[in-house]
């Protein structure tokens, strides 16, 4: 690709650079090759427009950033909106990309969300992947790590390097903060999917309406025009959502016991699943999802209207439901005690999703509930009392603890936490013990939450250059604590 193509899309003359050939784009200066495009961006705590010098003498041919920017030596691609810009260029450079790609927003359940329907679409014949808080989950079940939105760049080589493997079909999550700053734009959307809106990134965004304007613009940009937003109808912030996407003119697909396209008639839990009746085209239905849980059926019909909305066949989809697989750190069974107590990781990290968790497990529970939970450092204050709220609603024995507590004193966020907890919590900094103390608490009636981290394998403590991360994986733990137990105990 010339410099010119990309250039002129932009509204740029490029003049006599414009016959360079472009190899690359970069948004970090330490890894521009000559000849690439860098995206100089202002962050919130580094300005990328410091760096411009550096990524020119690495080789950078042309620099997308704001018209007050000081550009020399390569071509300034100026723009009010550089991350955007930079975003459509980059867009043209990195093909091919995947036929079918589905987008997923909302406060909780993304990460199960992407992953069921690339299951679904699995199960159906479709060589899918998944993009999000797991990595890149391919067609072989094997997972790269990653973050949620990850940048534009990496973003796009993924899309691409999965179609060149082979892959048609991608859902991924969209996160706020990769919507608001560009992060995942680009492709053809044909289909995106709202799955409820709660309290969470209020240390970025700076009120709720802020925050679902973020999310918003998954509706309002992202999703092809004439593509589908499939909704679930059942949370207080659906009717907004839905008049989003209809004043864009996307088609709505609606989810729940509210939903007009999938409507949740009744779910009966058993012990190790739950069974679920609901009519779809005037069909009535009837299956086993093999998920514990409320909101895993909220996950699981969202991801089926996304497999719907992108062609897959009803028949087929609903008998992918029935076979889907748990995902790593959502209500992930762990192990159970020698003493036959049930021990579940979750990665409920906000006051809803731990609400949501705990009612999940309620009606499996015949003895004690007890969860193990913190809430992380350099993050949302306010919300650490109603999280210990939530444990406290819904749990006959809280444990408080540390979830990376990254620059922040530890202790000062338990007390937080416990503010909400109330006196009967117990109050344990080091993860491990809680989580010791917890199994050891539980009897053969009891089942023991353990929430925050899910499939995290890491405790972040400090920050900057002081920032280090400790191994930790709340299901290994568990394990091992469960086993220490058995062996303690003569089992």
């Known amino acids: 690709m010339r410099l010119s193509e990309i250039a002129s899309q932009l509204g740029t003359d490029a003049g006599e650079a414009g016959e360079t050939n472009i190899t690359g784009f970069a948004i970090d200066h330490r890894k521009v090759a000559p000849g690439n495009v860098f995206g100089a961006f202002r962050g919130t705590a580094v300005n990328g427009e410091d760096f411009i010098p550096a990524a020119v003498a690495s080789g950078a041919v042309a620099v997308v950033a704001r018209p007050e920017a ?11 909106e550089p991350r955007q810009a930079f975003a459509c260029a980059a867009s043209a450079f990195f093909r ?19 992953e069921m ?12 992947a998944s993009i999000g808080t797991l ?25 691409t390097g999965l179609a060149r493997e082979g892959v048609t079909h991608v859902a991924y999550e969209a996160s706020s903060h990769g919507l608001s700053q560009y992060r995942n734009e680009g492709l053809p959307v044909h289909a995106g999917a709202f799955t409820n809106l709660s309290r969470d990134h209020l240390d970025y965004h700076k009120d709720m309406e802020d925050y679902f304007a973020a999310k918003m613009r998954l509706f309002t940009e992202v999703v092809d025009d004439g593509g589908t937003a499939v909704v679930w109808a059942d949370d207080e912030w659906s ?41 779809h085209a005037g069909r009535a239905h009837a299956i086993r999802l093999p998920l514990i849980g409320a909101y895993q059926v909220a996950n699981a019909l969202v ?18 439901v029935s076979r889907l697989q748990p995902v790593r750190g959502r209500l992930e069974r762990a192990v159970i005690s020698s003493r036959g107590a049930p021990v579940y990781v979750d990665y409920a990290h906000t006051p809803d999703a731990l609400a949501a968790a ?70 344990i900094g080091g993860r491990r013990d809680a989580i010791a103390a917890a199994i050891a608490e539980a009897g053969k009636d009891d089942i023991v939450l353990v929430a925050g981290k899910g499939h995290e394998q890491g405790q972040i403590v400090g920050s900057g250059e002081n920032m280090r991360v400790l191994p930790f994986d709340d299901v290994t733990v568990a394990r091992e604590c469960a086993a220490e137990l058995a062996k303690g105990s003569g089992r």
């Open 303 to 320: 991801s089926a209207g996304l497999a719907l909305a992108t062609g897959t066949d009803a028949t087929q989809v609903f008998d992918a």
């Open 239 to 279: 009717s907004r959502v839905i008049d989003v996407a209809k004043q864009r003119g996307l088609r709505v697909f609606t989810v729940g016991e509210n939903g007009k396209d999938i409507n949740l008639i009744a779910r009966t839990p058993s012990p190790l699943g739950q069974e679920l009746k609901f009519v």
């Open 96 to 114: 091919p990309t995947p036929s079918t790609v589905v987008a997923v927003t909302g406060t909780n359940g993304k990460t199960s969300c992407v």
């Open 135 to 159: 990595g890149v989950t391919t067609p072989d079940e094997s997972v790269s790590t990653g973050l949620t939105t990850p940048d534009i760049v990496t973003f796009l080589s993924n899309m």
């Open 358 to 427: 705990i009612a999940a497990l309620r009606p499996h529970v015949n003895g004690r509930l007890i969860t193990v939970f913190g809430a992380g450092g350099d993050r949302d204050t306010g919300k650490r009392a109603p999280m210990g709220e939530a444990a406290a609603a819904g749990s006959e024995l809280v444990i408080v603890t540390d979830d990376n507590p990254r620059g922040e004193d530890a202790a000062s966020i338990r007390e937080q936490v416990m503010q909400g907890a109330g006196s009967a919590a117990r109050n």
């Open 117 to 128: 329907t690339r299951q679904i679409w699995r199960m159906c014949g479709e060589r899918a």
């Open 70 to 80: 000081r550009v020399e030596g390569a071509l300034h691609i100026a723009a009010e």
